[in-house]
């Protein structure tokens, strides 16, 4: 990817959702809040969310602590699987678990969900051209989040699996020229109080 200037790329999941995911619980919309005004100070030129209402609100949420910073849907950062792995792409000892895991994915899934996973590649990474460095926000779902650290972190394609992400954790990726990305942030919630925290990620890893 070519580019004259740097692009900080800010990667976040939506808050918390009730449990039919029509929006965002009491918790998931104070999630959200307190993430906008962690980003107050950040240079911002957009907001990029996807289109169902859990990605939505958050981005509402997040927007209303800012100023003057659009808004934007964008059908790449919504929910789908991004890239479906062959059994002799997984390791041998994790297949298993994995397909089961994706069993449910129909051919025209798998279909759409390359086709956003390449667009959104195309839309939110890599160096930007001009003479200002550019940073941009992506509220999105679990998935994306974790295709998105994956490809920063050149890992083979099917390794989005296994990353997991707390409701309204920031990631941050540097994508400058002539150099590879870099992960500068990973599931930070530390603009989140401790009965925030955690939620969206497998029991066993709350700490």
Do not use: C
Request: net charge neutral; hydrophobic share 40%; proline share 6%.
């Amino acid at each position: 990817m070519t580019g004259t200037a740097t692009r900080y790329l800010y990667v976040v999941r939506h808050g918390e959702a009730t449990p039919d995911e029509s929006g965002l619980t009491r918790a998931g919309r104070r999630q959200a809040v307190l993430l906008g005004r962690r980003l107050r100070d950040v240079p911002l030129t957009a907001v990029h969310h996807g289109p169902l209402p859990r990605a939505e609100q958050t981005a509402r949420l997040i927007g209303a602590q800012l100023t003057g910073v659009p808004l934007r849907v964008a059908e790449a950062a919504g929910d789908y699987v991004p890239h479906l792995p062959d059994r002799d792409e997984l390791p041998a000892d994790a297949a298993d678990f994995f397909l089961r895991f994706l069993d449910g994915v129909t051919d025209e899934e798998r279909t759409r969900g390359a086709v956003l996973a390449r667009r959104a590649l195309d839309l939110f990474t890599g160096p930007v051209d001009g003479a200002q460095d550019r940073h941009e926000l992506v509220v999105t779902h679990n998935f994306l989040v974790a295709w998105l650290v994956r490809e920063a972190m050149h890992a083979p394609k099917w390794r989005w699996l296994g990353l997991n992400h707390g409701n309204a954790a920031l990631n941050v990726i540097r994508y400058a020229p002539g150099r590879p990305a870099s992960l500068l942030v990973s599931n930070d919630t530390r603009h989140l109080t401790d009965a925030l925290r955690w939620t969206g990620l497998p029991a066993e890893l709350h700490l």
